[in-house]
């Protein structure tokens, strides 16, 4: 084959390689968010947010209070619905889905890790995990040997009988972490995980979710306030005023 019909060959077979496989192969974004908008009532709180987030790959969010952080959470896990443009949450576009689907996604793909927990003060550790393992359809066999594995994971197994109330701040956001990440989630979203935990005890929850996100190949979204927390992720975006500065 000479130079020219060599060429020729790569271009054909380029160019004859269906368009969506293309995009599948290159395109291995677990959300992405386009000219996003979001008010309420009459005041802006998105005004036009454009990002995209990679399978396994962990951003954290800074801003002021009130810059609209929380909102866009929101609305990547379809609590709240945008007013103009869309979210793709691994392909699926949140707005033309149905309420039964949102919460799918929501309960499937997505985990939420809070700066208060959010645990249900009436389960204890172990319950409090297995409970969302059965929110995302996970069966009852397989669903206790996954809450075991999360729970060892986070080293929280010797303390799975206990209510929260008995356990310390870290304790609650490793017991968090295990629920947040019990389905095998594609992208877990922390809203100031360690906002409420002393500098030490923080430290150590990020180094669990940074070690986490590695082994299951999760993407995080990681709104904080602290510099020092950014450390566990690929990239950092500044929100100011409900528009994202890179
Ligand atoms: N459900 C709501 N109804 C009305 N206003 C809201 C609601 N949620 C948030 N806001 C307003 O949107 C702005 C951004 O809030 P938020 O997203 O919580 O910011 P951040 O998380 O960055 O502190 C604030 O002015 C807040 O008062
Ligand atoms: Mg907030």
């Given at each position: 084959m000479?130079?020219?019909?060599?060429?020729?060959?790569?271009?054909?077979?380029?160019?004859?390689?269906p368009?969506?496989l293309l995009?599948m192969?290159?395109?291995?974004?677990?959300?992405?968010?386009?000219a996003?908008k979001k008010?309420?009532?009459?005041v802006?709180v998105?005004r036009?947010?454009?990002?995209?987030?990679k399978?396994?790959?962990?951003?954290?969010?800074m801003?002021?209070s009130?810059s609209?952080k929380s909102?866009l959470?929101?609305?990547?896990c379809?609590?709240?619905t945008?007013?103009?443009?869309e979210?793709?949450m691994?392909?699926?576009?949140l707005?033309?889905l149905?309420?039964?689907n949102?919460?799918?996604?929501?309960?499937?793909?997505?985990?939420?890790?809070?700066q208060s927990?959010?645990?249900?003060?009436?389960?204890?550790?172990?319950?409090?995990?297995?409970?969302?393992?059965?929110?995302?359809?996970?069966?009852k066999?397989?669903?206790?040997e996954r809450?075991?594995?999360?729970?060892e994971?986070?080293?929280m197994n010797?303390?799975?009988?206990?209510?929260?109330?008995?356990?310390?701040?870290?304790?609650?956001?490793?017991?968090a972490i295990?629920r947040a990440l019990i389905?095998n989630p594609?992208?877990?979203l922390a809203?100031?995980?360690?906002?409420?935990l002393?500098t030490?005890?923080?430290?150590?929850?990020?180094d669990l979710?940074?070690?986490l996100?590695?082994?299951?190949?999760?993407?995080l979204?990681?709104?904080?306030?602290d510099?020092?927390s950014?450390?566990i992720c690929n990239?950092?975006?500044?929100?100011?005023?409900?528009?994202?500065?890179?």
């Amino acid at each position: 084959m000479d130079r020219g019909s060599e060429l020729d060959f790569w271009a054909f077979g380029f160019f004859s390689y269906p368009v969506f496989l293309l995009e599948m192969s290159f395109n291995n974004n677990v959300v992405s968010i386009n000219a996003v908008k979001k008010s309420f009532d009459d005041v802006s709180v998105l005004r036009g947010i454009d990002l995209q987030i990679k399978s396994g790959e962990r951003v954290a969010l800074m801003g002021p209070s009130g810059s609209g952080k929380s909102t866009l959470l929101n609305c990547i896990c379809g609590i709240e619905t945008v007013d103009e443009g869309e979210i793709r949450m691994d392909g699926e576009e949140l707005g033309s889905l149905s309420v039964r689907n949102l919460e799918r996604i929501r309960r499937v793909k997505i985990g939420y890790i809070f700066q208060s927990f959010h645990l249900l003060p009436t389960l204890n550790a172990f319950e409090n995990v297995e409970f969302s393992a059965q929110l995302a359809g996970i069966s009852k066999k397989d669903r206790k040997e996954r809450t075991n594995e999360l729970l060892e994971l986070v080293r929280m197994n010797h303390r799975a009988n206990h209510l929260p109330d008995s356990l310390s701040g870290g304790e609650r956001q490793r017991v968090a972490i295990a629920r947040a990440l019990i389905h095998n989630p594609k992208l877990v979203l922390a809203d100031e995980p360690t906002g409420s935990l002393d500098t030490e005890t923080g430290s150590q929850v990020l180094d669990l979710l940074e070690s986490l996100s590695d082994e299951f190949n999760v993407a995080l979204l990681l709104v904080t306030h602290d510099k020092t927390s950014t450390r566990i992720c690929n990239r950092v975006i500044m929100m100011n005023d409900g528009l994202l500065i890179f």
